[in-house]
């Protein structure tokens, strides 16, 4: 059984070591490519719809079923993932997924039907589901653990970056070359990456928590602090996806009566928010301790989403390129709350836990979509558009949700005082 330490402690005791410019880029800089890739890959199917719908004569629905197919490779693959990360390593399980990935996109650029094309999206979702596991998972084998934070959140900023290529950098390409050759493009970079993972990321040495045997997740889920802490992360970054994603978008169009290009630009700035927020976040957590945890740095950043979220349900009159994007940077909370599962649980079982964290971010995220519909869906659309109140009750669903899974956080905070 693993031991519940109190969070915001470790459960091991390790020396804080300090790390060469050689070793942060051997470690840092190939896997947040990776990270980088995958981002551009999830949405890499906007710029081509349009060719894909006149080249194969796809239909919208189909469309849709191959963007999803991704996810749906993507959270299946997490837990196997994980507990190949703990057992092999990131050098390792890295390489021989983006070169599924890198063959997925292959695939994808031969296709001339919907079935080659769904398998191949969906090996490049299979391919690109450990990117980010990777990256944590070496980061907590190389960084000092005070120092987890701010590291992941540059990290994690690199996933924005590969979204914001995925738009007009990405389009051009498209445009120039067409979406088989940009595809093949992107084949010939995984497959590099995958080369360069190999040679350059070094293995962690040995440490005893080297010896912790396979499994765990029965544990994982039932550890108490995880099963509180959990729901909270997840509901906060779900809401965010599930906005940015697609709600936002109908929001602007609905409730702001904006055309394209206002919500375009609007997104746009969405984008960045979330980019600036993960590096922010991760100045926070290292300028705020030990004073305050990441626990409780989480906690506040959830609460500050409620209240974002509780403006633009009440329509308070702040500007779209304030509230919205701000909004954004709250779907980088995920930053802490890998450093709290840091704290949680040894090096042996991180990428596990990460793992099963990011199932259920995925998996709330499409919830609260589908979810956040049904509600909006209550109510008639009037000259092709629903009604204001038809959103504001979807949000509001949302922030009671968020408010239940913080309340039962904050109950725990209360008995532990390291959480504080």
């Avoid at 509901?235 to 055309?259: E, H, K, Y």
């Avoid at 630009?265 to 100045?283: K, T």
Wanted: charged content about 10%; some cysteine.
């Amino acid at each position: 059984m693993i031991k519940q330490p109190e969070l915001g402690s470790t459960s091991e005791t390790r020396p804080v070591r300090r790390i060469s410019l050689h070793q942060a880029v051997s470690v840092f800089l190939p896997l947040a490519a990776g990270y980088f890739l995958s981002y551009l890959f999830r949405n890499a199917n906007a710029p081509i719809a349009e060719e894909l719908v006149r080249d194969l004569d796809t239909g919208a629905a189909s469309i849709g079923l191959l963007t999803s197919v991704y996810f749906l490779a993507f959270a299946l693959a997490q837990i196997p993932i994980g507990i190949a990360l703990d057992r092999f390593g990131p050098r390792r399980v890295q390489a021989v997924l983006l070169v599924a990935a890198g063959c997925g996109a292959l695939l994808f650029s031969a296709a001339h039907g919907e079935f080659n094309l769904i398998v191949g999206r969906f090996l490049i979702g299979l391919g690109t589901a450990g990117c980010l596991m990777s990256g944590l998972k070496a980061t907590r084998q190389w960084f000092p653990i005070e120092s987890l934070a701010s590291v992941n959140s540059n990290f994690i900023m690199f996933g924005g970056l590969g979204a914001l290529a995925a738009t007009a950098p990405l389009a051009a390409l498209v445009g120039a070359v067409g979406w088989r050759w940009t595809f093949d493009v992107l084949a010939a970079v995984a497959l590099l990456l995958a080369f360069v993972t190999y040679a350059v990321v070094p293995d962690a040495p040995q440490s005893a928590e080297d010896s912790v045997p396979v499994g765990g997740l029965k544990e994982l889920v039932q550890h108490r602090l995880f099963r509180r802490f959990a729901p909270m992360s997840a509901l906060c970054f779900g809401a965010v996806t599930a906005f940015q994603g697609l709600w936002a978008a109908l929001w602007f169009s609905d409730v702001g009566q904006l055309d394209a290009h206002a919500i375009a630009v609007r997104l746009l700035y969405m984008a960045v928010g979330f980019i600036v927020g993960a590096p922010l976040f991760g100045f926070l957590a290292r300028r705020l301790q030990p004073r305050l945890s990441i626990a409780s740095l989480a906690t506040r950043a959830a609460v500050l989403l409620v209240g974002i979220e509780t403006l633009i349900a009440l329509r308070v009159p702040v500007s779209d390129f304030i509230i919205w994007p701000l909004f954004a940077a709250m779907g980088a909370i995920p930053v802490l709350s890998y450093g709290v599962l840091a704290d949680l649980f040894p090096g042996s079982l991180i990428a596990r836990a990460n793992g099963l964290l990011n199932v259920l971010h995925t998996v709330t995220a499409f919830a609260l979509q589908t979810v956040i519909g049904m509600v909006i869906g209550i109510w008639p659309r009037s000259n092709g558009a629903y009604p204001v109140v038809a959103y504001e009750s979807a949000i509001a669903l949302v922030i009671v949700l968020q408010v239940v899974a913080i309340l039962s956080f904050v109950s725990v905070q209360k008995k532990n005082p390291k959480l504080v």
